[in-house]
């Protein structure tokens, strides 16, 4: 069974930092393109950085560059997201989202068709 799961999200004060993790299993090709998203109220969902599992290669949102990394371990199927220096603006409902064939690091939210039920993020002012 495919299944997309994300965890570590919480709420901290700006400046603080979270690191979110996102597990996936069911899945017989594990070279795959792994990417976070973001929603907040009132916004579109929104890519935040991507990695491609079969080089490590990345992308990511300016906003984020420089506070975010994208890191993974195929061993465990996971692909981390550590966020430091955490801003109010970063609030927002984080998603996980894989495809399995894609041979390159993305960040649009149609690449994707693999998702998981996200994770809430709270930054306080």
């Known amino acids: 069974q495919v299944q997309v799961l994300e965890s570590g999200g919480g709420s901290v004060q700006a400046g603080g930092s979270l690191n979110l993790s996102c597990t996936t299993s069911?899945?017989?090709?594990?070279?795959?393109?792994v990417a976070w998203f973001r929603q907040a109220p009132g916004k579109e969902r929104e890519g935040v950085a991507g990695?491609?599992?079969?080089?490590?290669?990345?992308s990511y949102l300016e906003d984020v560059e420089g506070r975010f990394t994208i890191s993974q371990d195929n061993t465990k199927n996971t692909v981390y997201l550590q966020m430091t220096n955490l801003k109010p603006e970063d609030t927002a409902m984080y998603y996980c989202a894989a495809n399995p064939g894609l041979l390159m690091q993305a960040l649009g939210r149609d690449e994707y068709m693999y998702w998981g039920q996200g994770t809430q993020v709270t930054v306080s002012s």
């Open positions: 069911g899945f017989t090709y594990n070279v795959k393109s």
């Open positions: 990695i491609y599992t079969g080089t490590g290669a990345t």
